[in-house]
Protein backbone atom coordinates (compact mmCIF):
# COMPACT_ATOMS: atom_id res chain seq x y z
CA UNK A 1 0.00 0.00 0.00
CA UNK A 2 0.46 3.72 -0.39
CA UNK A 3 3.20 5.27 2.09
CA UNK A 4 2.19 7.65 4.51
CA UNK A 5 2.04 11.65 4.03
CA UNK A 6 3.60 13.82 6.24
CA UNK A 7 1.56 16.67 6.97
CA UNK A 8 2.47 19.89 9.03
CA UNK A 9 0.49 22.58 10.06
CA UNK A 10 1.08 25.70 11.82
CA UNK A 11 -1.13 28.76 12.71
CA UNK A 12 -0.56 32.31 12.40
CA UNK A 13 -2.63 35.05 12.96
CA UNK A 14 -6.18 34.01 11.84
CA UNK A 15 -4.58 32.19 8.87
CA UNK A 16 -2.65 28.30 9.23
CA UNK A 17 0.15 27.44 6.60
CA UNK A 18 -0.32 23.80 5.81
CA UNK A 19 3.05 21.67 4.39
CA UNK A 20 2.05 17.97 3.11
CA UNK A 21 4.79 15.57 1.22
CA UNK A 22 2.75 12.67 -0.35
CA UNK A 23 4.52 9.77 -1.33
CA UNK A 24 3.84 8.85 -4.93
CA UNK A 25 5.60 7.93 -8.37
CA UNK A 26 3.67 10.24 -10.75
CA UNK A 27 4.28 8.09 -13.69
CA UNK A 28 3.25 10.52 -16.46
CA UNK A 29 2.71 7.21 -19.08
CA UNK A 30 5.50 8.50 -21.60
CA UNK A 31 8.75 7.24 -20.29
CA UNK A 32 9.35 3.86 -21.36
CA UNK A 33 11.44 1.15 -19.46
CA UNK A 34 14.56 -0.92 -19.90
CA UNK A 35 13.09 -3.01 -22.53
CA UNK A 36 11.59 -0.17 -24.00
CA UNK A 37 7.50 -0.66 -23.27
CA UNK A 38 5.79 2.19 -21.96
CA UNK A 39 5.65 2.40 -18.32
CA UNK A 40 1.21 3.20 -17.85
CA UNK A 41 0.70 6.31 -16.02
CA UNK A 42 0.08 6.77 -12.55
CA UNK A 43 -0.25 10.07 -10.75
CA UNK A 44 -2.30 11.48 -8.79
CA UNK A 45 -6.15 13.34 -10.17
CA UNK A 46 -7.19 14.60 -7.33
CA UNK A 47 -6.33 16.05 -3.68
CA UNK A 48 -9.22 17.55 -1.13
CA UNK A 49 -8.42 19.06 2.20
CA UNK A 50 -10.82 18.91 4.75
CA UNK A 51 -10.56 21.36 7.93
CA UNK A 52 -12.63 19.50 10.75
CA UNK A 53 -14.52 17.47 7.99
CA UNK A 54 -14.98 20.29 6.20
CA UNK A 55 -13.69 20.76 2.28
CA UNK A 56 -11.68 23.70 2.24
CA UNK A 57 -9.71 23.13 -1.08
CA UNK A 58 -10.09 20.66 -3.59
CA UNK A 59 -7.37 20.04 -6.91
CA UNK A 60 -7.02 18.79 -9.97
CA UNK A 61 -3.64 17.31 -10.72
CA UNK A 62 -1.80 15.50 -13.78
CA UNK A 63 0.91 14.38 -14.52
CA UNK A 64 3.24 17.38 -14.46
CA UNK A 65 3.14 16.71 -11.00
CA UNK A 66 6.64 16.00 -9.87
CA UNK A 67 7.20 12.41 -8.10
CA UNK A 68 7.07 12.64 -4.36
CA UNK A 69 5.00 15.58 -4.73
CA UNK A 70 5.35 18.54 -1.73
CA UNK A 71 2.24 21.22 -1.57
CA UNK A 72 1.64 24.12 0.38
CA UNK A 73 -1.69 26.33 1.16
CA UNK A 74 -2.69 28.70 3.69
CA UNK A 75 -6.42 27.76 5.37
CA UNK A 76 -8.14 31.01 6.62
CA UNK A 77 -9.49 30.73 9.89
CA UNK A 78 -7.80 27.17 11.02
CA UNK A 79 -6.62 27.70 14.88
CA UNK A 80 -4.29 25.68 17.07
CA UNK A 81 -5.74 22.11 18.01
CA UNK A 82 -8.44 21.83 14.30
CA UNK A 83 -8.00 18.73 12.54
CA UNK A 84 -6.37 19.49 8.49
CA UNK A 85 -7.24 15.85 6.53
CA UNK A 86 -5.82 15.37 3.31
CA UNK A 87 -7.20 12.74 0.84
CA UNK A 88 -5.11 12.18 -2.62
CA UNK A 89 -6.91 10.22 -5.45
CA UNK A 90 -4.73 8.82 -8.17
CA UNK A 91 -5.62 7.35 -11.91
CA UNK A 92 -5.60 3.75 -10.78
CA UNK A 93 -8.51 4.85 -7.99
CA UNK A 94 -6.02 4.42 -5.14
CA UNK A 95 -6.98 6.38 -2.38
CA UNK A 96 -5.42 7.77 0.62
CA UNK A 97 -6.46 10.04 3.23
CA UNK A 98 -3.96 11.29 6.29
CA UNK A 99 -4.97 13.81 8.92
CA UNK A 100 -2.78 16.11 11.27
CA UNK A 101 -3.55 18.65 14.18
CA UNK A 102 -2.90 22.44 13.58
CA UNK A 103 0.03 23.65 16.14
CA UNK B 1 27.13 51.40 20.62
CA UNK B 2 28.25 53.69 17.51
CA UNK B 3 30.60 51.22 16.34
CA UNK B 4 27.74 48.15 16.27
CA UNK B 5 25.89 50.72 14.62
CA UNK B 6 27.72 50.99 11.79
CA UNK B 7 29.05 47.65 11.61
CA UNK B 8 25.51 46.62 11.23
CA UNK B 9 25.07 49.69 8.73
CA UNK B 10 28.00 48.01 6.50
CA UNK B 11 26.12 44.83 6.71
CA UNK B 12 23.43 45.93 5.38
CA UNK B 13 24.99 47.71 2.62
CA UNK B 14 26.84 44.92 1.97
CA UNK B 15 24.04 42.31 1.72
CA UNK B 16 22.14 44.81 -0.82
CA UNK B 17 25.00 44.44 -3.53
CA UNK B 18 25.28 41.04 -2.75
CA UNK B 19 21.55 41.22 -3.66
CA UNK B 20 22.13 42.87 -6.87
CA UNK B 21 25.26 40.49 -7.98
CA UNK B 22 23.37 37.60 -7.28
CA UNK B 23 25.14 34.90 -9.12
CA UNK B 24 24.00 31.41 -10.20
CA UNK B 25 25.38 29.73 -7.15
CA UNK B 26 22.89 31.96 -5.58
CA UNK B 27 20.10 31.16 -7.72
CA UNK B 28 20.17 27.61 -6.94
CA UNK B 29 21.06 28.27 -3.34
CA UNK B 30 17.78 29.90 -3.25
CA UNK B 31 15.91 27.23 -4.95
CA UNK B 32 17.22 24.27 -2.69
CA UNK B 33 16.56 26.09 0.20
CA UNK B 34 12.95 26.71 -1.16
CA UNK B 35 12.82 22.78 -1.46
CA UNK B 36 14.15 22.05 1.27
CA UNK B 37 10.91 22.98 3.36
CA UNK B 38 9.75 19.76 1.80
CA UNK B 39 12.58 17.65 1.56
CA UNK B 40 10.99 14.26 0.42
CA UNK B 41 14.27 12.35 2.00
CA UNK B 42 11.46 12.72 5.21
CA UNK B 43 9.20 9.97 3.27
CA UNK B 44 12.54 7.71 3.55
CA UNK B 45 13.35 7.88 6.64
CA UNK B 46 9.66 7.28 8.00
CA UNK B 47 10.25 3.64 5.74
CA UNK B 48 13.72 3.31 6.95
CA UNK B 49 12.71 3.69 10.72
CA UNK B 50 9.95 1.03 9.59
CA UNK B 51 12.40 -1.26 8.17
CA UNK B 52 14.89 -0.90 10.98
CA UNK B 53 12.38 -2.00 13.91
CA UNK B 54 10.26 -4.76 11.53
CA UNK B 55 11.35 -8.46 12.14
CA UNK B 56 12.30 -9.80 8.82
CA UNK B 57 14.68 -12.29 7.01
CA UNK B 58 14.97 -16.18 8.01
CA UNK B 59 15.64 -15.99 11.64
CA UNK B 60 12.99 -12.89 11.76
CA UNK B 61 14.43 -10.27 13.75
CA UNK B 62 14.94 -6.72 13.73
CA UNK B 63 18.27 -4.56 13.25
CA UNK B 64 17.52 -2.72 16.81
CA UNK B 65 20.21 -4.94 17.93
CA UNK B 66 22.36 -3.69 15.33
CA UNK B 67 25.88 -2.25 16.35
CA UNK B 68 26.76 0.56 14.41
CA UNK B 69 29.88 1.64 16.59
CA UNK B 70 28.57 3.01 19.48
CA UNK B 71 26.86 -0.08 21.19
CA UNK B 72 24.13 -2.42 19.72
CA UNK B 73 20.86 -0.10 18.64
CA UNK B 74 22.69 3.31 19.27
CA UNK B 75 21.85 4.92 16.00
CA UNK B 76 21.95 8.70 17.37
CA UNK B 77 25.54 10.02 16.59
CA UNK B 78 26.61 6.48 14.98
CA UNK B 79 26.97 8.08 11.42
CA UNK B 80 29.34 10.88 11.86
CA UNK B 81 31.36 8.38 13.37
CA UNK B 82 31.55 5.98 10.02
CA UNK B 83 33.24 4.26 8.50
CA UNK B 84 35.12 3.32 11.45
CA UNK B 85 36.89 -0.25 12.29
CA UNK B 86 34.57 -3.21 13.90
CA UNK B 87 36.45 -6.06 16.16
CA UNK B 88 33.78 -8.46 15.16
CA UNK B 89 33.93 -8.22 11.63
CA UNK B 90 37.83 -7.21 11.26
CA UNK B 91 37.32 -4.70 9.23
CA UNK B 92 37.21 -0.90 8.77
CA UNK B 93 32.82 -0.29 7.85
CA UNK B 94 30.92 2.60 6.02
CA UNK B 95 27.19 2.41 7.00
CA UNK B 96 26.18 0.69 4.27
CA UNK B 97 28.43 -2.61 4.94
CA UNK B 98 27.89 -2.88 8.36
CA UNK B 99 24.24 -2.88 7.75
CA UNK B 100 24.84 -5.41 5.19
CA UNK B 101 26.31 -7.49 8.22
CA UNK B 102 23.67 -6.68 10.41
CA UNK B 103 20.86 -8.03 8.08
CA UNK B 104 23.13 -11.03 7.23
CA UNK B 105 24.21 -11.55 11.25
CA UNK B 106 20.73 -10.71 12.81
CA UNK B 107 18.43 -11.58 10.09
CA UNK B 108 19.85 -13.96 7.99
CA UNK B 109 19.84 -12.35 5.25
CA UNK B 110 22.21 -12.87 2.04
CA UNK B 111 24.43 -9.85 1.96
CA UNK B 112 26.04 -10.87 -1.07
CA UNK B 113 23.13 -10.93 -3.03
CA UNK B 114 21.68 -7.39 -1.04
CA UNK B 115 24.89 -5.79 -2.55
CA UNK B 116 24.76 -7.26 -6.32
CA UNK B 117 21.46 -6.02 -6.35
CA UNK B 118 21.05 -2.92 -8.52
CA UNK B 119 20.17 0.04 -7.00
CA UNK B 120 16.37 1.36 -6.85
CA UNK B 121 15.34 -2.34 -6.53
CA UNK B 122 14.38 -5.44 -4.28
CA UNK B 123 16.26 -5.20 -1.32
CA UNK B 124 18.50 -2.02 -2.50
CA UNK B 125 15.25 0.26 -1.68
CA UNK B 126 15.34 -0.57 1.75
CA UNK B 127 19.01 0.64 1.97
CA UNK B 128 17.60 4.26 0.63
CA UNK B 129 15.34 4.30 3.79
CA UNK B 130 17.76 2.87 6.13
CA UNK B 131 21.09 5.10 5.28
CA UNK B 132 17.97 7.97 4.92
CA UNK B 133 16.84 7.56 8.93
CA UNK B 134 20.28 6.64 10.13
CA UNK B 135 21.60 9.74 8.79
CA UNK B 136 18.83 12.09 9.52
CA UNK B 137 19.27 10.66 13.16
CA UNK B 138 22.82 12.48 13.94
CA UNK B 139 21.34 15.25 11.70
CA UNK B 140 23.26 19.10 12.65
CA UNK B 141 26.34 16.71 14.19
CA UNK B 142 29.38 17.55 13.66
CA UNK B 143 31.75 14.54 11.94
CA UNK B 144 33.94 12.87 13.72
CA UNK B 145 35.71 9.51 12.49
CA UNK B 146 38.02 8.01 14.66
CA UNK B 147 41.63 7.16 13.92
CA UNK B 148 43.55 5.15 16.36
CA UNK B 149 43.37 1.44 15.42
CA UNK B 150 45.73 0.68 12.86
CA UNK B 151 43.43 -0.33 10.49
CA UNK B 152 41.83 2.98 9.75
CA UNK B 153 45.19 4.77 9.50
CA UNK B 154 45.76 1.87 6.67
CA UNK B 155 42.78 2.47 5.07
CA UNK B 156 42.70 6.35 5.38
CA UNK B 157 46.22 5.73 3.19
CA UNK B 158 44.35 3.53 0.74
CA UNK B 159 41.56 5.62 0.17
CA UNK B 160 44.02 8.67 -0.22
CA UNK B 161 45.68 6.86 -3.05
CA UNK B 162 42.54 5.97 -4.76
CA UNK B 163 41.49 9.50 -4.70
CA UNK B 164 44.95 10.42 -6.20
CA UNK B 165 44.56 7.39 -8.70
CA UNK B 166 44.54 8.11 -12.42
CA UNK B 167 43.03 5.49 -15.10
CA UNK B 168 40.58 5.19 -17.71
CA UNK B 169 40.34 6.31 -20.71
CA UNK B 170 40.13 9.80 -19.91
CA UNK B 171 43.28 9.73 -17.74
CA UNK B 172 40.54 11.05 -14.64
CA UNK B 173 41.15 10.51 -10.82
CA UNK B 174 38.67 11.80 -8.10
CA UNK B 175 41.42 14.40 -8.09
CA UNK B 176 40.61 15.61 -11.28
CA UNK B 177 37.01 17.30 -10.08
CA UNK B 178 37.63 17.27 -6.40
CA UNK B 179 40.76 18.98 -5.66
CA UNK B 180 40.74 22.59 -5.88
CA UNK B 181 38.43 25.36 -4.56
CA UNK B 182 35.90 26.77 -6.57
CA UNK B 183 35.59 25.00 -9.27
CA UNK B 184 32.41 23.81 -10.70
CA UNK B 185 30.82 21.99 -13.39
CA UNK B 186 28.51 23.62 -15.29
CA UNK B 187 26.45 25.15 -12.14
CA UNK B 188 26.98 22.45 -10.13
CA UNK B 189 29.45 23.80 -7.33
CA UNK B 190 32.44 20.79 -7.20
CA UNK B 191 33.68 20.37 -3.01
CA UNK B 192 37.17 20.26 -2.60
CA UNK B 193 37.61 17.01 -0.96
CA UNK B 194 41.34 16.89 0.26
CA UNK B 195 40.20 19.21 3.20
CA UNK B 196 37.15 20.47 5.01
CA UNK B 197 34.73 21.81 2.30
CA UNK B 198 32.58 23.58 5.07
CA UNK B 199 29.18 22.47 6.56
CA UNK B 200 27.20 20.30 4.77
CA UNK B 201 29.33 20.18 1.90
CA UNK B 202 30.42 17.21 0.31
CA UNK B 203 31.08 13.83 2.64
CA UNK B 204 28.47 15.63 4.76
CA UNK B 205 25.43 16.17 2.57
CA UNK B 206 25.17 12.38 1.71
CA UNK B 207 22.77 10.37 1.55
CA UNK B 208 20.57 12.97 -0.48
CA UNK B 209 17.02 12.96 -2.11
CA UNK B 210 17.73 14.08 -6.02
CA UNK B 211 14.82 16.08 -7.58
CA UNK B 212 15.92 15.45 -10.83
CA UNK B 213 15.33 11.90 -10.84
CA UNK B 214 13.47 11.21 -7.67
CA UNK B 215 15.70 9.04 -6.10
CA UNK B 216 17.31 8.62 -2.65
CA UNK B 217 21.09 7.98 -3.35
CA UNK B 218 23.27 7.06 -0.32
CA UNK B 219 27.32 7.56 -0.56
CA UNK B 220 27.58 4.16 -1.84
CA UNK B 221 25.79 5.06 -4.91
CA UNK B 222 27.27 8.59 -5.54
CA UNK B 223 30.13 6.99 -5.59
CA UNK B 224 29.52 4.25 -8.10
CA UNK B 225 27.95 7.86 -10.36
CA UNK B 226 31.70 9.04 -10.02
CA UNK B 227 33.31 6.06 -11.04
CA UNK B 228 31.17 5.66 -13.92
CA UNK B 229 30.95 9.56 -14.75
CA UNK B 230 35.70 8.70 -14.49
CA UNK B 231 34.85 5.71 -17.15
CA UNK B 232 35.91 3.23 -14.40
CA UNK B 233 34.51 0.12 -14.33
CA UNK B 234 31.91 0.21 -11.51
CA UNK B 235 33.22 -0.99 -7.67
CA UNK B 236 31.27 -3.51 -5.38
CA UNK B 237 28.80 -2.19 -3.58
CA UNK B 238 30.30 -1.49 -0.10
CA UNK B 239 33.57 -2.86 -1.61
CA UNK B 240 36.76 -1.69 0.58
CA UNK B 241 37.53 0.86 -1.75
CA UNK B 242 34.55 2.67 -1.63
CA UNK B 243 34.93 1.97 1.87
CA UNK B 244 38.50 3.66 1.97
CA UNK B 245 37.14 6.54 -0.10
CA UNK B 246 34.56 7.20 2.23
CA UNK B 247 37.12 7.09 5.14
CA UNK B 248 39.63 9.33 3.51
CA UNK B 249 36.47 12.07 2.25
CA UNK B 250 35.18 11.48 6.52
CA UNK B 251 38.93 12.15 7.79
CA UNK B 252 39.15 15.21 6.05
CA UNK B 253 35.82 16.87 6.26
CA UNK B 254 36.55 16.28 10.37
CA UNK B 255 34.19 19.21 12.08
CA UNK B 256 31.69 19.80 9.73
CA UNK B 257 28.08 19.70 10.33
CA UNK B 258 26.13 16.61 8.83
CA UNK B 259 22.91 17.80 6.65
CA UNK B 260 22.53 14.70 5.95
CA UNK B 261 19.68 13.70 3.97
CA UNK B 262 20.28 16.57 2.42
CA UNK B 263 18.32 17.57 -0.91
CA UNK B 264 20.29 17.79 -4.26
CA UNK B 265 18.98 19.61 -7.59
Given at each position: ???????????????????????H???????????????????????????????V?????????????????????A???DK???????????????????? | ????????????????????????????????????????????????????????????????Q????????????????????????S???????????C?????????????????????????????????A??????????Q??????V??????????????????????????????????D???????????????????????????W???????????????????????????????????A????????????
Open positions: MSDPMRIRAQSAGDKATVRVLMSEMETGLRKDGAGKIIPAWFIQEVAAQLNGKTMTAQWGPAVSKNPFLQFSVKGKAGIAITWTDNKGDKRTDEATVS | MLKTLSLLAMAVLSTAAFAQQKSAADGIAEYRAMLADGNPAELFEARGEDLWKKKRGPKNASLECDLGKGPGVVKGAFVELPRWFADTKVQDLESRLLTMETLQGLDAKAIAATPFGKGEQVGMEGLTAWISESKGMRFNLPSHTQEKTYELGKRTFFYRAGPYDFSCASCHAQAGKRIRLQLPELTKNPGDGVGFAAWPAYRVSSGEMSMQRRLNDCYRQQRFPYPGYASDVTVALGVYMGVNKGAQSVAPALKR
